[in-house]
């Protein structure tokens, strides 16, 4: 905020000493230029502007008395070539719509040497003034505040916030007791969390002024392309890597294959609630998540049509799950027909299953170990420790979803395989410790670590 601040200083500075005669000719050299990023936006979009509507834009420029944007040409000439090419550009939303607000509103700032206040990064309640229904989506998503107190607990909650968590469907809030802050956050530190953690889950992270979470994570800032937030590269921003690998798993899918093969030619413009087959011949994430498409509505609840929480340790139903995998279900009969939807349904179900099987297995060996008192309460003390949380955070998690978005590297070597490992490693540290102690150690079925074997030991166990 300081920097931002600082730079508005010396803006406001500058553009106090110019007169209304200089004031005129350079909103008219900053029309033409602007014009050459419209024209290049435009025609990147799909075809060139006509005569009328370069001319159009120029005079409008030229005559506007838009101080933000005749300042910020000089000293941000990217942030005003990308409203530029954007919706709110053509559709006169101003600069002030976004950031000016009253003293009052949490966050404000004066802007320097001016009477006036802004909200220099703005925010959802801002956004919610035009696009009231989304937000409302959004806020009970959870990509919204479950998302933030996956890395910083509710304990710091609003009265207000713990009641919107609470009314969240999908949440997992308990009102009994106040989730608490991830134990890796708190190991890592401030210092390092806000480029790692809170870069992804700041999503949700409620804001000064009372809104909750962050539009520009998804629609980025200036230009809001409805082209750039259905390209999944978006999504890869946060969804990548070892916990949740979403991107990488898509790229090998077929529905991946096709988008990187085919994807310069589909309808990125299409208008909202009107895709078909002929715009997106083959899905990307928006278009199972998102885009209304085939006989779902368009949606800012990123879990609307999802059945199974796939990021949990064991994964288990949703609230809505049958009305959510029936809208899901909905987008994949644009291309496939009902029989190949049930069979691959009754299949990812099953291995599903099967994962939260080699989970219940580490989760009972890890049992016995508390019994007898093998393991610390402290979080992440030793490497045992990793092992059991990597074998279902990040193992379980890609095993998982390697299924249900189909690519076969990320379900078998990426996941199931290490799955397997990792209880393979688990159960050799585990009897370390117990014959350590002088006790016996633990003694697995025939064929571990295979999954007749973890189903077998938890069988005994439960007998």
Request: proline fraction near 5%; hydrophobic fraction near 35%; charge should be negative.
């Amino acid at each position: 905020m300081q920097l931002i601040r600082g730079n508005y200083v010396w803006i406001f500075r500058t553009r106090a000493v110019v007169t209304d005669r200089h004031f005129h000719h350079r909103a008219v050299l900053v029309a033409a230029a602007l014009i050459v990023a419209y024209t290049s936006e435009t025609t990147r979009a799909g075809g060139l502007p006509s005569t009328n509507t370069i001319l159009a834009a120029e005079v409008a420029l030229a005559q506007s008395d838009d101080e933000c944007v005749v300042c910020h040409t000089n000293h941000t000439p990217g942030i005003v070539n990308q409203y530029l090419a954007s919706d709110h550009y053509s559709n006169a939303t101003t600069c002030a719509d976004c950031h000016l607000v009253e003293q009052t509103i949490g966050g404000a700032v004066q802007h320097p040497e001016s009477e006036f206040y802004v909200l220099p990064r703005s925010s959802s309640a801002m956004c919610e003034t035009c696009h009231r229904t989304q937000v409302e989506q959004f806020n009970l998503s959870r990509h919204a505040l479950p998302s933030y107190v996956a890395y910083a607990g509710s304990e710091g909650l609003s009265a207000e916030h713990q009641a919107i968590y609470a009314s969240i469907p999908e949440g997992g809030f308990n009102p009994e007791a106040m989730i608490a802050r991830n134990a890796i956050h708190k190991l890592e530190g401030p210092e390092f969390t806000r480029f790692s953690c809170e870069s992804c889950h700041d999503v949700g992270k409620p804001n000064l002024d009372g809104s909750i979470g962050d539009c520009t994570a998804c629609h980025i800032r200036h230009e809001f392309s409805l082209e750039q937030a259905r390209k999944p590269e978006t999504c890869n921003n946060c969804h990548i890597g070892p916990d949740h690998p979403q991107w990488e798993i898509y790229v090998e899918s077929s529905h991946g294959i096709a988008y990187s093969t085919m994807g310069d030619s589909w309808n990125w413009e299409a208008e909202d609630g009107t895709l078909t087959t002929a715009d997106f011949p083959a899905p990307t994430c928006a278009t199972c998540h998102f885009s209304g498409f085939g006989g779902a509505p368009t949606t800012h609840d990123v879990g609307d049509r999802l059945g199974w929480y796939l990021a949990a340790p064991i994964t288990t139903a949703r609230p809505n799950f049958a009305e959510n995998r029936l809208r899901m279900q909905n987008v994949c009969r644009a291309c496939h027909s009902d029989g190949f939807i049930e069979e691959f349904y009754v299949s990812a179900d099953a291995a599903t299953e099967s994962v939260n099987t080699f989970v219940r297995f580490s989760q009972a060996v890890w049992a016995q170990l508390k019994e007898a008192n093998l393991v610390t309460a402290a979080p992440f003390d030793e490497p045992i420790d990793y092992v059991y949380y990597e074998l279902w955070h990040h193992f379980g998690r890609t095993a998982k979803s390697g299924v249900w978005m189909q690519g076969a590297d990320y379900a078998q070597w990426h996941g199931i395989y290490e799955i397997m490992q990792d209880c393979a490693e688990l159960v050799e540290m585990a009897n370390a410790k117990f014959e350590a102690a002088g006790l016996e150690p633990l003694v697995m079925p025939e064929g571990f670590p295979g999954i007749d074997a973890a189903r077998a030991y938890l069988a005994a166990q439960e007998s």
